[in-house]
Protein backbone atom coordinates (compact mmCIF):
# COMPACT_ATOMS: atom_id res chain seq x y z
CA UNK A 1 0.00 0.00 0.00
CA UNK A 2 1.69 3.13 -1.54
CA UNK A 3 -0.61 5.63 0.20
CA UNK A 4 -0.28 8.72 -2.63
CA UNK A 5 2.74 9.19 -4.87
CA UNK A 6 4.07 12.24 -7.05
CA UNK A 7 6.43 12.44 -9.13
CA UNK A 8 8.72 13.79 -10.01
CA UNK A 9 10.12 15.17 -6.77
CA UNK A 10 12.28 17.70 -8.10
CA UNK A 11 12.19 19.95 -11.41
CA UNK A 12 13.18 23.32 -13.06
CA UNK A 13 11.75 24.78 -15.89
CA UNK A 14 11.97 27.54 -18.29
CA UNK A 15 9.40 30.18 -18.92
CA UNK A 16 7.08 28.96 -21.45
CA UNK A 17 7.86 25.54 -21.13
CA UNK A 18 5.17 22.85 -20.06
CA UNK A 19 4.87 19.80 -17.95
CA UNK A 20 2.50 17.04 -16.16
CA UNK A 21 2.71 16.43 -12.54
CA UNK A 22 1.53 12.90 -11.92
CA UNK A 23 -0.45 11.70 -9.03
CA UNK A 24 -1.45 8.40 -7.76
CA UNK A 25 -3.21 6.94 -4.79
CA UNK A 26 -3.91 3.32 -4.14
CA UNK A 27 -6.59 3.82 -1.36
CA UNK A 28 -9.70 4.03 -3.55
CA UNK A 29 -10.39 7.24 -2.68
CA UNK A 30 -12.90 9.00 -4.29
CA UNK A 31 -11.51 13.02 -3.81
CA UNK A 32 -8.05 14.02 -4.83
CA UNK A 33 -7.11 17.43 -4.84
CA UNK A 34 -4.13 19.37 -6.03
CA UNK A 35 -2.54 22.33 -3.77
CA UNK A 36 0.58 24.66 -4.21
CA UNK A 37 2.12 25.79 -1.00
CA UNK A 38 4.43 29.14 -1.18
CA UNK A 39 6.98 29.35 1.51
CA UNK A 40 5.58 30.59 5.11
CA UNK A 41 2.11 30.21 3.59
CA UNK A 42 -0.47 27.70 3.59
CA UNK A 43 -1.78 25.38 1.14
CA UNK A 44 -3.97 26.82 -1.39
CA UNK A 45 -6.13 24.89 -3.83
CA UNK A 46 -5.91 24.61 -7.69
CA UNK A 47 -7.91 21.91 -8.99
CA UNK A 48 -10.18 18.96 -6.80
CA UNK A 49 -12.04 16.27 -8.19
CA UNK A 50 -14.94 14.08 -6.74
CA UNK A 51 -14.43 10.90 -8.61
CA UNK A 52 -13.31 10.17 -12.19
CA UNK A 53 -14.89 12.01 -14.92
CA UNK A 54 -15.58 14.71 -12.42
CA UNK A 55 -12.81 17.72 -12.20
CA UNK A 56 -13.37 21.57 -10.88
CA UNK A 57 -11.57 24.72 -9.89
CA UNK A 58 -10.27 25.49 -6.56
CA UNK A 59 -9.09 28.97 -5.51
CA UNK A 60 -5.88 29.48 -8.31
CA UNK A 61 -6.46 27.03 -11.19
CA UNK A 62 -5.52 29.99 -13.55
CA UNK A 63 -2.46 28.12 -15.47
CA UNK A 64 -3.20 24.59 -14.51
CA UNK A 65 -5.33 21.55 -16.10
CA UNK A 66 -5.79 18.59 -14.45
CA UNK A 67 -7.97 15.35 -15.67
CA UNK A 68 -9.38 12.56 -14.20
CA UNK A 69 -10.09 9.23 -16.15
CA UNK A 70 -9.71 6.92 -12.87
CA UNK A 71 -10.00 6.47 -9.73
CA UNK A 72 -6.12 6.29 -9.19
CA UNK A 73 -4.60 9.30 -11.06
CA UNK A 74 -4.86 12.68 -10.66
CA UNK A 75 -2.34 14.71 -13.25
CA UNK A 76 -1.92 18.22 -13.11
CA UNK A 77 -0.26 19.94 -16.28
CA UNK A 78 1.15 23.00 -15.95
CA UNK A 79 1.18 25.38 -19.50
CA UNK A 80 3.21 28.08 -20.58
CA UNK A 81 5.31 28.16 -17.16
CA UNK A 82 6.43 31.12 -15.37
CA UNK A 83 8.00 32.21 -12.39
CA UNK A 84 5.24 32.64 -10.08
CA UNK A 85 4.59 29.12 -10.66
CA UNK A 86 7.18 28.54 -8.73
CA UNK A 87 6.29 26.69 -5.65
CA UNK A 88 5.81 22.91 -3.62
CA UNK A 89 2.93 20.84 -5.68
CA UNK A 90 0.77 18.22 -2.90
CA UNK A 91 -1.62 15.88 -4.25
CA UNK A 92 -3.99 14.54 -1.86
CA UNK A 93 -6.65 12.32 -1.38
CA UNK A 94 -9.30 11.90 0.96
CA UNK A 95 -11.91 9.59 2.83
CA UNK A 96 -14.67 12.62 3.29
CA UNK A 97 -17.41 12.35 6.55
CA UNK A 98 -17.88 11.59 9.29
CA UNK A 99 -15.79 10.50 12.37
CA UNK A 100 -12.65 8.89 9.89
CA UNK A 101 -12.29 12.30 7.55
CA UNK A 102 -8.94 12.75 6.42
CA UNK A 103 -6.88 13.98 3.58
CA UNK A 104 -3.49 11.98 2.64
CA UNK A 105 -0.38 13.90 1.11
CA UNK A 106 1.87 13.20 -1.12
CA UNK A 107 5.21 13.77 -0.44
CA UNK A 108 5.56 16.70 -3.22
CA UNK A 109 7.24 18.12 -5.98
CA UNK A 110 9.32 21.01 -5.52
CA UNK A 111 8.87 23.12 -8.99
CA UNK A 112 11.48 26.07 -10.16
CA UNK A 113 10.01 28.29 -12.88
CA UNK A 114 13.26 30.04 -14.18
CA UNK B 1 -10.55 39.39 6.73
CA UNK B 2 -9.26 35.94 5.99
CA UNK B 3 -11.18 33.14 5.78
CA UNK B 4 -9.01 30.42 8.23
CA UNK B 5 -6.39 32.79 10.77
CA UNK B 6 -3.63 31.27 12.73
CA UNK B 7 -1.07 33.23 14.06
CA UNK B 8 2.45 32.56 12.19
CA UNK B 9 4.27 32.50 15.50
CA UNK B 10 7.49 31.18 15.93
CA UNK B 11 5.78 30.23 19.44
CA UNK B 12 8.44 28.55 21.61
CA UNK B 13 7.43 26.84 24.41
CA UNK B 14 9.58 24.69 26.69
CA UNK B 15 9.76 21.01 26.46
CA UNK B 16 7.00 19.38 28.88
CA UNK B 17 5.12 22.70 29.03
CA UNK B 18 1.71 22.67 27.53
CA UNK B 19 1.82 24.61 23.86
CA UNK B 20 -1.81 26.28 22.85
CA UNK B 21 -2.37 26.67 19.47
CA UNK B 22 -5.81 28.94 17.99
CA UNK B 23 -7.31 29.24 14.46
CA UNK B 24 -10.39 31.60 13.85
CA UNK B 25 -12.23 30.94 10.86
CA UNK B 26 -15.23 33.03 9.33
CA UNK B 27 -17.85 30.92 7.54
CA UNK B 28 -20.38 30.12 10.04
CA UNK B 29 -21.64 26.92 7.80
CA UNK B 30 -18.25 24.85 8.59
CA UNK B 31 -18.97 21.54 10.29
CA UNK B 32 -15.43 19.94 10.21
CA UNK B 33 -12.17 20.85 11.41
CA UNK B 34 -8.67 20.02 11.35
CA UNK B 35 -5.52 19.95 12.58
CA UNK B 36 -2.38 19.36 10.48
CA UNK B 37 1.35 18.93 11.24
CA UNK B 38 3.52 19.57 8.46
CA UNK B 39 7.62 19.16 9.57
CA UNK B 40 9.52 21.36 7.75
CA UNK B 41 10.35 19.70 3.83
CA UNK B 42 7.48 17.31 4.37
CA UNK B 43 3.98 16.79 3.56
CA UNK B 44 0.87 17.28 5.80
CA UNK B 45 -0.38 14.97 7.96
CA UNK B 46 -3.51 14.47 10.12
CA UNK B 47 -3.64 15.38 13.83
CA UNK B 48 -6.93 15.84 15.15
CA UNK B 49 -10.19 16.44 13.86
CA UNK B 50 -13.37 17.74 15.52
CA UNK B 51 -16.75 18.52 14.44
CA UNK B 52 -18.87 19.24 17.82
CA UNK B 53 -18.13 22.31 20.15
CA UNK B 54 -16.51 21.20 23.13
CA UNK B 55 -13.25 19.23 23.13
CA UNK B 56 -11.68 15.86 21.86
CA UNK B 57 -8.82 14.24 23.33
CA UNK B 58 -6.20 11.95 22.14
CA UNK B 59 -2.94 11.18 23.26
CA UNK B 60 -1.45 14.58 24.14
CA UNK B 61 -3.79 16.04 22.09
CA UNK B 62 -6.27 17.88 22.60
CA UNK B 63 -8.58 19.95 20.40
CA UNK B 64 -11.23 22.25 21.20
CA UNK B 65 -14.02 23.81 19.08
CA UNK B 66 -16.42 26.92 20.06
CA UNK B 67 -18.87 27.30 17.12
CA UNK B 68 -20.08 30.53 18.19
CA UNK B 69 -17.06 32.40 19.18
CA UNK B 70 -15.63 30.59 15.71
CA UNK B 71 -12.66 29.52 16.76
CA UNK B 72 -11.11 26.05 17.27
CA UNK B 73 -7.57 25.68 19.30
CA UNK B 74 -5.12 22.47 19.71
CA UNK B 75 -3.75 21.89 23.05
CA UNK B 76 0.08 20.04 23.24
CA UNK B 77 0.68 18.44 26.47
CA UNK B 78 4.03 17.80 27.99
CA UNK B 79 5.49 19.36 25.06
CA UNK B 80 8.40 17.24 22.93
CA UNK B 81 11.13 18.88 20.80
CA UNK B 82 9.70 16.61 18.38
CA UNK B 83 6.27 18.54 18.27
CA UNK B 84 8.23 20.93 16.69
CA UNK B 85 6.60 21.60 13.54
CA UNK B 86 4.20 23.79 11.57
CA UNK B 87 0.63 22.95 12.91
CA UNK B 88 -1.84 24.00 10.22
CA UNK B 89 -5.53 24.97 10.70
CA UNK B 90 -8.08 23.57 8.40
CA UNK B 91 -11.38 24.27 7.91
CA UNK B 92 -14.72 22.61 5.35
CA UNK B 93 -16.52 24.73 3.36
CA UNK B 94 -20.21 24.72 3.40
CA UNK B 95 -19.93 21.56 0.46
CA UNK B 96 -17.52 19.72 2.14
CA UNK B 97 -15.99 18.93 -1.03
CA UNK B 98 -12.81 21.82 0.01
CA UNK B 99 -10.92 22.53 3.14
CA UNK B 100 -9.66 26.39 3.49
CA UNK B 101 -6.52 26.15 4.94
CA UNK B 102 -4.56 28.38 7.81
CA UNK B 103 -0.86 29.69 6.60
CA UNK B 104 0.09 27.70 9.56
CA UNK B 105 1.61 28.34 13.27
CA UNK B 106 5.19 27.11 13.99
CA UNK B 107 6.25 26.22 17.19
CA UNK B 108 9.50 25.85 18.19
CA UNK B 109 9.74 23.41 21.47
CA UNK B 110 12.96 24.27 23.70
CA UNK B 111 14.92 21.12 25.72
Known amino acids: NAGVTQTPKFRILKIGQSMTLQCAQD?????MYWYRQDPGMGLKLIYY???????DKGEVPNGYNVSRSTTEDFPLRLELAAPSQTSVYFC?????????????FGPGTRLTVL | QKEVEQNSGPLSVPEGAIASLNCTYSDRGSQSFFWYRQYSGKSPELIMSIYSNGDKEDGRFTAQLNKASQYVSLLIRDSQPSDSATYLC???????????WGAGTKLIIKP
Open chain 2, 90 to 100: AVSKDSNYQLI
Open chain 1, 27 to 31: MNHNY
Open chain 1, 49 to 55: SVGAGIT
Open chain 1, 92 to 104: ASRIAGGSTDTQY
